[in-house]
T-cell receptor, first 111, second 116 residues
Framework: KNEVEQSPQNLTAQEGEFITINCSYS?????LHWLQQHPGGGIVSLFMLSSGKKKHGRLIATINIQEKHSSLHITASHPRDSAVYICAAYFYGGSQGNLIFGKGTKLSVKP | KAGVTQTPRYLIKTRGQQVTLSCSPI?????VSWYQQTPGQGLQFLFE???????NKGNFPGRFSGRQFSNSRSEMNVSTLELGDSALYLCASSLGTGVTSTDTQYFGPGTRLTVL
């Protein structure tokens, strides 16, 4: 069964702290997504990774294919980073693929 | 450039009815993906269309179907509604082939469906 696990479920940090959110998956995948969902419900796509590392501003995403693991890092966290962060893994099988989501990590950054 | 639009934004239906939701992608985008979000199950992938062809599909029953038109607009249909279909339905568009593309996906605001 294709599964995606995220940790931690909840995370509280002080402004300026370095944050890491983890995502692991059960079998080989073709791609992994990181999404951000704001308290109002809007979703923003942050990264799509198939290997290596990507960086955008203070956000860094890495993926280790052999260990079936990805991490999302936020440097110099800010209260506006408070949101739910969701990873999703793309599993390809047969003629079509499926995207399986983790349960999300709720991040709260205190000033 | 206008963002992804979804209509209607809110909808109330009763069990057994059917519903059609619409998604207009960003101009020039050829891929549309659909997602269901509930408090219990979180986000789940429904299906993805690229150039009018379904490319990927999640684990939903056949009551859930979709299509994409030549102008890239997409609709999803749910027949014989059940109480458990109450959810936020989101669509996203991208230039490339959606969930396997390196192109950014842009999400719409969603349609809130309530089944009574």
């Amino acid at each position: 069964k294709n599964e995606v696990e995220q940790s931690p479920q909840n995370l509280t940090a002080q402004e300026g702290e370095f944050i890491t959110i983890n995502c692991s998956y059960s079998v080989g995948i073709s791609a992994l997504h990181w999404l951000q969902q704001h308290p109002g419900g809007g979703i923003v796509s942050l990264f799509m990774l198939s290997s290596g590392k990507k960086k955008h501003g203070r956000l860094i995403a890495t993926i280790n294919i052999q260990e079936k693991h990805s991490s999302l890092h936020i440097t110099a966290s800010h209260p506006r980073d408070s949101a739910v962060y969701i990873c999703a893994a793309y599993f390809y099988g047969g003629s079509q693929g499926n995207l399986i989501f983790g349960k999300g990590t709720k991040l709260s950054v205190k000033p | 450039k206008a963002g992804v639009t979804q209509t209607p934004r809110y909808l109330i239906k009763t069990r057994g009815q059917q519903v059609t939701l619409s998604c207009s992608p960003i101009s020039g985008h050829r891929s549309v993906s659909w997602y269901q979000q509930t408090p219990g199950q979180g986000l789940q992938f429904l299906f993805e269309y690229f150039s009018e062809t379904q490319r990927n599909k999640g684990n939903f029953p056949g009551r859930f179907s979709g299509r994409q038109f030549s102008n890239s607009r997409s609709e999803m249909n749910v027949s014989t509604l059940e109480l458990g279909d109450s959810a936020l339905y989101l669509c996203a568009s991208s230039l490339g082939t959606g969930v396997t593309s390196t192109d950014t996906q842009y999400f719409g605001p969603g349609t809130r469906l309530t089944v009574l």
